[in-house]
């Protein structure tokens, strides 16, 4: 026996629905308006050395959304928040010169900035760093070093270093293994500092 919902309910939930997706256009747009206006106090605050809002112009740039798309320009605003210690501006910088956008392709570079935002819990670049070693981009190919940093990454809430950890674990002999685990605690007992 099928369930028969009556007309009158149906009419609900579309109303309901419809009221929700107005709901949310009204806000999308009440937030790009937002947006508009505040860019020109993004760059602003930027220009007066805030850390945060170099980040976010450079975002801004990066993605090309509200102001036009300008790598240069990104890179500039990383640089100017990654220099006062902002990890994600850190970590930005990292993947624009692994992938050369806006500078030349460097993975020495990719690797330091990666790693000084490792070095402050920053998991995106913890991750970056294992990957890095893995396939010895910037650095030597080193399987222990990969696995302590995908592990040190997992621990830290990137889900998806396990995946590459097991990959790794397969070439690796148990006495790598346990050297490789000695050297997550290591690094996770100094903070990140001796790694």
Not at 87 to 93: F, G, P, S, V
Request: hydrophobic share 40%.
């Amino acid at each position: 026996m099928s369930t028969v919902y009556p007309l009158a309910e149906n009419r609900n939930i579309l109303t309901t629905r419809n009221q929700l997706i107005c709901s949310l256009l009204i806000q999308l747009m009440l937030a790009s308006s937002v947006l508009a206006v505040d860019v020109k106090t993004l760059q602003q605050s930027a220009e007066a050395g805030e850390a945060e809002a170099q980040y976010q112009l450079a975002v801004l740039y990066d993605d090309g959304g509200e102001v036009a798309q300008n790598y240069e320009q990104a890179i500039y605003w990383y640089q100017k928040a990654a220099e006062q210690g902002l990890d994600k501006a850190q970590h930005n910088l990292g993947i624009a010169y692994d992938e050369g956008l806006g500078v030349t392709q460097d993975y020495q570079q990719a690797y330091e900035w990666f790693q000084k935002a490792a070095q402050q819990g920053f998991s995106l670049s913890q991750f970056s760093l294992g990957i890095m070693y893995a396939f010895g981009q910037g650095r030597l190919a080193d399987a222990k070093r990969a696995y302590m940093w995908l592990k040190i990454a997992r621990n830290n809430g990137y889900p998806e270093a396990a995946r590459y950890m097991r990959l790794i674990v397969r070439e690796m002999s148990q006495e790598q293994r346990s050297e490789a685990e000695a050297l997550v605690s290591r690094c996770e007992a100094s903070n990140f500092k001796d790694c």
